[in-house]
């Protein structure tokens, strides 16, 4: 194994290999079913979105897959560790096991483990729709702080540990070191030692991903990081989530309301309406796609005959492309995958 391998952070991403399949996942809520039958793949190495209007269920998709929420029935496989087939995945399940550890990564069945774990454990970050900094504590503070875990791992827990074991004092310069190359990718050293809240909202939001980052995720969950962004804060969120795509063994699975924040940065694109799939494919896709327009016209009876006109106006440019298909990906088949049915 070569010594970029042995760093599940540091290989070159693998493209196309399955990372998470969410299969026939539900969550209820009372009579209400906020995610219905859902199953999807992310690809590892891709930048993922999930889309759809107001209330769809993008959110609680995110909070069966960090444990927040446990869903009412389904699966949620997260496969970090390199090979791993659906036949290994079927093994976990059997087994009754909430994961299994194999070398730098492993299977973790998500929908079994409670949401500290997930983090832990199988390296899942998110961030929030509402942003969450630690306003007071200064930006550097922020960042360090998301190290707390790896620290106290380092401390063997214990007092002696904090108090200067060579181990814990290695891991503390480690974490300052992580610390700064976030904020020197964000373009916020300058403003290290100045409170979180006193920053402009669009630093904010790529404070909060950077500190996501310091605890180096295989999968980072972002809660619709573009609302209240202005063009140019956008610009720089997206040139962040590409710099993490390319540079960093971390894929990214991003909540967006704003369809050409999406179109731009996805490779792949996951369409929800009332909980269920609606589309899958790649940003050309499912811009094509009638049953998307639709979706996104909101069509009411007034409005049916535009959207009609506007729909045959995309089956026929849909018709003249060839691309595109069911799971619209064009992609190679993964194992394990659930399948791009609707
Ligand atoms: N904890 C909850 N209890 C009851 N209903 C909820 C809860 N969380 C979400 N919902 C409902 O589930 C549906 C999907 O919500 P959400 O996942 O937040 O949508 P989105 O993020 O796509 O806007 C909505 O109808 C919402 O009211
Ligand atoms: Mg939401």
């Known amino acids: ?69 446990k869903p009412s029935s389904g699966r949620i496989a997260l496969a970090s560790a390199e090979g791993v087939t659906s036949a290994d995945v079927a093994r976990v399940t059997r087994s009754g096991q909430r994961y299994h550890v194999n070398g730098n990564g492993g299977v973790f069945l998500l929908e079994r483990m409670p949401d500290f774990e997930i983090a832990a454990r199988a390296s899942v970050a998110r961030t929030f ?47 300052v070191e992580r610390a700064l190359y976030w904020l020197d990718t964000i373009g916020l050293t300058a403003r290290a030692d ?28 972002l809660d619709e990081p573009a609302a209240g962004l202005n063009p ?58 009638p049953t998307v327009i639709a979706a996104y016209l909101g069509v009411d009876e007034s409005e049916e005959p535009a959207a009609e006109a506007e729909i045959e106006a995309a089956q026929r440019r849909g018709a003249r492309k060839a691309g595109g298909n069911g799971n619209g990906s064009g992609k190679p088949g993964t194992n394990g995958s659930p399948g791009g049915a609707r």
């Open 194 to 221: 100045d409170p979180a809240g006193d920053l402009p909202y669009g630093d904010q939001r790529r404070l909060e991903i950077a500190r996501a980052m310091c605890t180096d995720p295989v999968l980072l969950c």
């Open 129 to 175: 729709q509402n942003i969450r900094l630690f306003t007071g504590m200064t930006v550097l503070e922020n960042l360090v702080v998301a190290q707390h875990n790896r620290l106290m791992h380092a401390s063997g827990f214990s007092l002696l540990g904090l108090l200067g074991t060579a181990g814990y004092r290695r891991a503390e310069r480690a974490a």
């Open 1 to 69: 194994m070569s010594a970029a391998a042995a760093s599940p952070r540091h290989y070159a991403p693998l493209r196309h290999v399955l990372l998470v399949a969410i299969e026939h996942m539900t969550m209820r809520f009372g009579g209400l079913t906020a995610v219905d039958d859902l199953s999807f793949e992310v690809r590892r190495g891709d930048i993922t979105a999930l889309i759809g209007p107001n209330g769809a269920g993008k959110t609680t998709v995110f909070n069966c897959i960090t444990g927040f929420y």
């Open 232 to 289: 140019r804060e956008s610009a720089d969120l997206n040139t962040l989530l590409r710099k993490i795509r390319d540079g960093h063994a971390t894929s990214i699975l991003l909540i967006e309301h704003d369809m050409s924040v999406v179109m731009e940065i996805s490779d792949h694109v996951v369409v929800l309406e009332h909980g269920a799939k609606i589309s899958d494919g790649t940003p050309d896709f499912v811009k094509n796609d």
